[in-house]
């Protein structure tokens, strides 16, 4: 099983074996996991359903949470977006408007996914369905992106640890790492 503690590990381990980035992700976190490739692309599939349905259930206006302090500003986002008075524009004012959204669900006890935490819930999902959107598609992208959030449910749920930002941006010391073959690995994803 592949063992890394960086990102630019990782690449030159794709490199090596000649795998894109995201195949060889794939086929180690289906080993990991012990299901197979299939299986995981299903659970990813899953997961997004549930992210779209997430931000639906935020834009209801009239839905609150149990303390009424926490709805309907998804809605109000929404709404400014649909008339252009959004001051982040649309793309940023859209992917804003489902991060409130998927939180507010979460905040009214619906239906998330917990990625990487509930209290960040909204993060993930507003970053695939804004790219999906607004970008058309990106297919496989946003699935692997997806991938993420199983990755580290295994690392923790089979003692493993979960890598730091430091760690997974390269370096131990801050960053660095092999970025250029990080990039290139990416847009042929």
């Known amino acids: 099983m592949l063992k890394y503690d960086s990102i630019a590990e990782l690449v030159n381990e794709a ?38 349905e997430s931000v639906q259930d935020g834009l209801d206006k009239d839905k609150r949470s149990a303390s009424g302090l926490t709805g309907g500003d998804a809605y109000k986002l929404n709404e400014a977006l649909k008339a252009g008075k959004n001051i982040a524009g649309h793309f940023f004012g859209n992917a804003m408007m489902k991060a409130v959204a998927v939180a507010q669900t ?16 909204g993060i993930l999902p507003s970053a695939l369905l804004t790219l999906q959107e607004e970008k058309n598609g990106y297919g496989t992208v946003y699935c692997i992106c997806g991938w993420y959030r199983d990755c580290n449910e295994c690392q923790r749920g089979r003692g493993g640890r979960r890598l730091s930002g430091r760690m997974r941006r390269g370096k131990r010391n801050g960053g660095g790492g092999n970025g250029r073959a990080l990039r290139r690995h990416t847009q042929a994803v």
Do not use: D, H, W, Y
């Not at 490199?15 to 299986?39: F, I, N, Y």
């Not at 979460?106 to 819930?121: D, E, F, L, W």
């Open 15 to 52: 490199e090596k074996r000649g795998l894109k980035l995201s195949e060889l992700v794939l086929k180690t976190q289906a080993a990991m996991t012990e299901k197979t490739e299939e299986e995981m692309f299903a659970t990813m599939e899953r997961s997004l359903q549930v992210m779209k």
């Open 106 to 121: 979460n905040a009214c006890m619906g239906r998330i996914v917990a990625s990487p935490t509930a209290g960040s819930c």
